[in-house]
């Protein structure tokens, strides 16, 4: 929990990614993708040449190249990587195949809402990507805004795309207003916990050191479910971090009075051996019952 932090940024916090219009090209979902995987230096992704026979090819070479150099565990975490490309490059692969298929139906003038309709394809492609880059060590930081609820966003309607009524704006709007607020919002909630299960089962059963990736990142996730147009309280998660002295499994009520939702983010920064003592409006609490 935490209490109303200083505002920062827009009202709505639609700014805190890039958006480009609300329509979006036929061809947006691969579009990401390739944008992602070019910003954690995935760039066959980006020069659109992943899955072809010959970069295939000279993925092979290189990898027995190098796994002439490696021990046997390392040899092993290659072969995991390379797995986890070959399975990645399939789901891009088709979905390039789609985008060029709706881009011949479509005519250029008309623009379609971003595609959404495998909502679950989706969200699980950007956690996929950011699992390679951190399986690689390619970036030790990676943030992730699924949906923003500021009602004018493409990814408002998401939620229409799985079946509920409302999109995410109306949705958190009717949230105990009304029988069927709650049990609505609760599908939503249920469907978001079940994508970040699948990212944080991904890191768990993938080796590093004498335990799991998981043990070794700090997996937080927020969410919006609070008093409409207030940041109080929120529900959070906080997974993994094993080997930085996180005591999961604990379900923790914060006196939202009291606590701030930045002191967390301190403590998340020391526990990553970054030496800071205040962020934003941290009151000096240190949560020691989440770290040892």
Request: glycine share 8%; net charge neutral; hydrophobic share 40%.
């Amino acid at each position: 929990g935490c209490r109303r932090p200083r505002r920062v940024g827009k009202f709505g916090c639609r700014r805190t990614a890039r958006f480009r219009e609300i329509q979006l090209s036929p061809a947006t979902k691969i579009n990401v993708a390739i944008h992602v995987a070019s910003l954690v230096g995935l760039s066959d992704f980006a020069q659109g040449d992943l899955t072809s026979d010959t970069a295939t090819f000279e993925r092979q070479v290189n990898a027995r190249d190098l796994k002439r150099n490696l021990g046997q565990q390392d040899q092993a975490r290659l072969d995991e990587y390379l797995a986890s490309i070959t399975d990645l490059e399939n789901k891009i692969a088709n979905d390039r195949l789609w985008a060029e298929q709706a881009s011949r139906a479509v005519p250029p003038e008309i623009n379609l809402e971003i595609d959404s309709s495998d909502v679950e394809n989706y969200i699980r492609t950007i956690y996929d990507l950011m699992f390679l880059a951190f399986r690689a060590d390619i970036t030790r930081v990676a943030t992730y805004q699924i949906a923003s609820e500021g009602g004018t966003a493409p990814t408002n309607n998401l939620s229409k795309r799985i079946g509920i009524k409302k999109d995410l704006h109306k949705l958190s709007h009717s949230a105990g207003k009304t029988p069927e607020g709650f049990k609505d919002w609760g599908l939503w909630d249920q469907f978001i916990a079940r994508q970040l299960a699948y990212f944080i089962g991904r890191l768990k059963e993938t080796r590093e050191g004498d335990g799991s990736l998981l043990d070794r990142c700090l997996i937080f996730q927020g969410a919006a479910t609070s008093r409409v147009h207030n940041n109080s309280n929120y529900p959070l998660i906080l997974a993994g971090g094993r080997s930085v002295g996180h005591q999961a499994g604990q379900f923790i009520a914060y006196d939202e009075q009291k606590n701030a939702l930045s002191n967390l983010f301190v403590r998340i920064a020391n526990a990553m051996d970054v030496p800071i003592e205040t962020f934003g409006d941290s009151n000096g609490i240190l949560m020691s019952e989440l770290f040892v």
